[in-house]
């Protein structure tokens, strides 16, 4: 036996006291224990400080002077303190089930399952004072281990492997960092119980739990990392790493995205003060209908709900998540008390389960960000309305692959004069074949390309490819005069754009007017003075430029004709509204006049019937371009294709094919 003075064993005592009620204290103050998470943490603090108590209270009985019932005392001191110190490794794993939350998924009979070893383990205890299966003092006050301590140990031990083995799925969503940290100190706890069951005068278990708490308090409850300070709830950081542990203990949950669609323009109205206010009443008013750990900040204009079960029912839990969607879609059809009358608030509610709907913490996070169509506020967007978001995260994955597999094609759209209807120009429009979604149309790829940048890169491939083909020499042999590039807001106010075009040019040694820049009527209007810097940088080059689908929307065309456009192209839902009665005859009427007015060449898209042409001949448009005359064509079929388009045909002929039918 080892001699050891009190006064050294006793010190362990008092400090792991110290430490548990230090680190109870602090859970308290800061507000930690609002959540079941936290609960169960105080409770394995509260734990740790009784046993601690207990065991300085046990060694101050022995070593005081005999004295009447001392014997009772010591005994006493010794059953309560074995008492609490087998409930400290199953309210460890409890806790680590909560942080994981596995702990969602317990059932009434699995939790009851769960304490059947520790039931066990207290009866041994109570039933010790009786049969000394566990230990015993003798006559002389020493302690005596029997083999029943080994049984309780090995309980202990299947609980601390329980929880280890579920803590290993929170550590795959840890930094490195503390992972090696959580590493440490569950070592500490190890030694601690191998050095005390090995020599029990060692008194270290109790001083290496309160150690280990320490550590989870450190690397779990203070959540710094997890909290948005200005909003006090839990950020992206705290949603990325849940999603990955309720996906990681195979749950099933719903998520609510709370997306703010004009946050935006809200700021830009009523200033940031305004906005933070806002932000503040509506995190509090989300934060009433959960607890406030099942609300997170995802960013400035989203709010993500994962509402914890209350029933075992998918069903009834699948019908609580659309009730409180449903309840934030109707507030939102109410007044805000922090918005002033001036503003309005628009969002969108979504509703999605997870692994139903969304197989990943990815597929999620990606719900979170993509943009959401937007709606006219009636409905919850969920189920078969999600769709989109798996369609446009498999356009994105396509548009990446296409980058890097030569997926894109660039094809060309005749463009007619209208005197003679011989083809004068083309519009190069690209085109997208994935090997796994196949053709995929342009109204699909393009703006999805936009969103994410990359349409910058498909924008060089496509200018690209036209210096490529206007430096062969076919356009020339063909009697055009210049090929139409489509240009995207991120594409032309990228810094380099202007050296990207020139170096492109300089390569294939081309006339820089043979290309001209078509510019979209609502990229300019929305962009106009940042676009006054490039569009004088294109025309200085030698380049040309044009607007592509005038429409009537905004009434100073002197702002446009300022950039020096040569050429406006009119949006086809004028034509087609000419022939829908009188109003819509009158609006071309006026359009086309307007832009007469500024000696700016007229253009005309979207042909699509006979009748197109009649009332474009009448208004006396410079080109014509549509379907009707030509649909798009790669450019092998484009360089073979009959100059001349012979009126009422419908599609284009030679000049001297078009003499022999005449």
């Not at 200005?230 to 999603?243: Q, V, Y």
């Not at 007017?513 to 940088?537: S, Y």
Request: glycine residues 6%; proline residues 4%.
């Amino acid at each position: 036996m080892i001699n050891i003075p009190w006064v050294y064993q006793t010190s362990f005592y008092i400090a792991a006291a110290l430490l548990s009620v230090t680190c109870l204290v602090y859970i308290v103050l800061w507000g930690r224990s609002s959540r079941s998470q936290g609960q169960s943490f105080c409770l394995l603090l509260g734990t740790i400080f009784m046993s601690s108590v207990t065991m300085i209270a046990e060694s101050w009985f022995l070593l005081a002077p005999a004295f009447p019932g001392q014997r009772g005392l010591v005994e006493g001191t010794r059953l309560l303190n074995m008492i609490f110190h087998c409930a400290i490794p199953p309210l460890f794993t409890y806790y680590v089930y909560c942080v994981c939350g596995v702990i969602r998924k317990f059932s009434g009979l699995r939790l009851l399952l769960y304490a059947v070893p520790f039931v066990i383990s207290e009866i041994f205890v109570f039933l010790n004072p009786l049969l000394g299966w566990i230990c015993y003092y003798d006559f002389a006050f020493h302690y005596v281990r029997q083999s029943g301590s080994y049984f309780l140990y090995l309980i202990a031990f299947f609980y601390v492997w329980l929880g280890f083995g579920q803590l290993n799925v929170y550590w795959k969503t840890s930094e490195p960092r503390k992972r090696k940290a959580m590493a440490l100190f569950i070592l500490l706890v190890v030694c601690g119980i191998v050095l005390q069951m090995a020599v029990r005068e060692i008194q270290l278990e109790i001083f290496t739990d309160s150690l280990t708490t320490l550590g989870l308090l450190l690397l779990i409850e203070t959540e710094n990392d997890r909290m948005s300070t200005s909003l006090g709830m839990f950020n992206r950081r705290a949603l990325e790493l849940d999603l990955a542990s309720f996906l990681g203990a195979d749950l099933n949950f719903h998520v609510i995205v709370v997306r703010l669609l004009n946050i935006g323009a809200f700021q830009q109205t009523m200033g940031v003060m305004e906005t933070a206010a806002f932000h503040h009443e509506m995190a509090s008013y989300l934060k009433s209908l959960l607890s406030p750990h099942e609300v997170y900040y995802a960013n400035w204009s989203t709010f993500v709900l994962i509402p914890s079960p209350v029933t075992t029912s998918e069903e009834k839990e699948a019908d609580r998540a659309a009730k409180i969607a449903e309840t934030i879609r109707v507030r939102f059809r109410e007044k805000w008390k922090g918005v002033r009358t001036a503003a309005t608030t628009e969002a969108v509610v979504v509703l999605a389960a997870v692994p139903g709907e969304m197989k990943t913490a990815e597929d999620v996070m990606y719900l979170v960000d993509s943009p959401t169509p937007r709606t006219d506020g009636s409905t919850v967007l969920a189920g078969r309305e999600l769709r989109y978001i798996q369609r446009r995260r498999e356009i994105e994955a396509a548009l990446r692959r296409c980058l890097m597999e030569d997926g894109f094609e660039v094809y060309f759209q005749p463009i007619y004069r209208r005197s003679d209807f011989r083809i004068v120009s083309a519009e190069a429009l690209v085109r997208m074949h994935d090997r796994e979604l196949g053709e995929v149309p342009p109204g699909d790829f393009i703006p999805v390309a936009e969103e994410i940048g990359m349409m910058s890169d498909i924008g060089v491939f496509v200018l690209y490819e036209v210096c490529d083909f206007l430096a062969s020499g076919v356009p020339a042999s063909m009697g055009l005069r210049d090929i139409h590039v489509n240009l995207s807001s991120t594409e032309c106010l990228h810094p380099d754009f202007i050296d990207r075009v020139k170096s492109c040019a300089r390569q294939h040694g081309i006339d820089h007017g043979q290309v001209v820049f078509e510019f979209r009527e609502n990229m300019v209007f929305n962009n106009l003075a940042r676009l006054k810097g490039p569009v004088k940088a294109l025309r200085e080059a030698g380049f040309r430029c044009a607007m592509d689908g005038f429409d009537t929307l905004y009434p100073n065309l002197q702002d446009v004709c300022s950039l020096g456009f040569e050429d406006i192209k009119i949006s086809h839902s004028i034509l087609w509204n000419a022939l829908s009665g009188r109003t819509g005859r009158s609006v071309l009427t006026s359009t086309v006049q307007m832009i007469r007015d500024t000696s700016v060449q007229i253009a005309a898209e979207g042909v699509s019937k006979q009748e197109h042409l009649r009332v474009l001949s009448e208004f006396g448009v410079d080109s014509l371009q549509g379907n009707f005359l030509n649909r798009a064509m790669p450019k092998s079929e484009f360089v073979s294709l009959p100059l001349v388009w012979k009126s009422g045909g419908g599609r284009a002929m030679s000049s001297v094919d078009g003499q022999k039918r005449e």
